[in-house]
């Protein structure tokens, strides 16, 4: 079966300081990958998704970036981060050539920028 | 893809009540798609149903569709306090991948 793996769970840091993200994914080969942020109370915004190694889309301009340097692995990186940059941050995968775009997701990282 | 919209924002009732919650998109789909959100958790997948359909069951969960209104609804009946959560529709109108998802109707079961 597909597991996905989201770390860490929770993580504190000041601002300007550098984010790295990790997500891997199990079960399955050439994922659609996805990251999204939720601010507190708020619907899901899709910042970057991928179909493939190395292809990346930004859905929004901002101060993170994305890469896929292995099949079933998705980062997302800062090089400073901002206040605004705080929020829970979610990891998915799917697959649009399997017909339905179900998408399955991690257990979410909180981001605190302080 | 589009963004559904959910309505209403929350819903609160006592438990053993039935919950209705309603999306409405604005551009056609091949299929859309309930998600359940627990608090500080992962979205979860709850059902989908494709535009050739009208009605699909799972469990104690109803979703009916409605092409020509472009509105789906989501019934939980008899709910319990479990059911406790955020709520999404995601309306998928192409082979992107991608999938939109609104502010979420957020409900609460009062045991």
């Known amino acids: 079966s597909q597991t996905i793996h989201q770390w860490p769970a929770t993580l504190v840091q000041p601002v300007g300081s550098p984010l790295s993200l990790e997500c891997t994914v199990e079960?399955?080969?050439?994922?659609?990958l996805y990251w999204y942020r939720q601010a507190a109370g708020r619907g899901l915004q899709l910042l970057f998704y991928s179909v493939g190694i190395g292809q990346i889309s930004s859905e929004v301009p901002q101060n993170l970036s994305a890469s896929r340097p292995q099949d079933r692995q998705f980062i997302l990186s800062s090089k400073k981060l901002l206040l605004s940059d705080s929020g829970f941050y979610l990891c998915a995968w799917g697959g649009a050539g399997r017909g339905s775009n179900i998408q399955y997701f991690g257990a979410g990282t909180r981001l605190s920028v302080l | 893809s589009q963004q559904g919209e959910e309505d209403p924002q929350a819903l609160s009732i006592q438990e053993g009540e039935n919950a209705t919650m309603n999306c409405s998109y604005k551009t056609s789909i091949n299929n859309l798609q309930w998600y359940r959100q627990n608090s500080g958790r992962g979205l979860v997948h709850l059902i989908l149903?494709?535009?050739?359909?009208r009605e699909k069951h799972s469990g104690r969960l109803r979703v009916t569709l409605d092409t020509s209104k472009k509105s789906s609804s989501l019934l939980i009946t008899a709910s319990r306090a479990a059911d406790t959560a955020s709520y999404f529709c995601?309306?998928?109108?192409?082979?992107?991948?991608?999938?939109?998802f609104g502010q979420g109707t957020t409900l609460q079961v009062k045991p």
């Open positions: 995601a309306p998928n109108s192409g082979n992107t991948g991608k999938l939109i």
């Open positions: 079960g399955t080969s050439n994922p659609n």
């Open positions: 149903i494709r535009s050739n359909e």
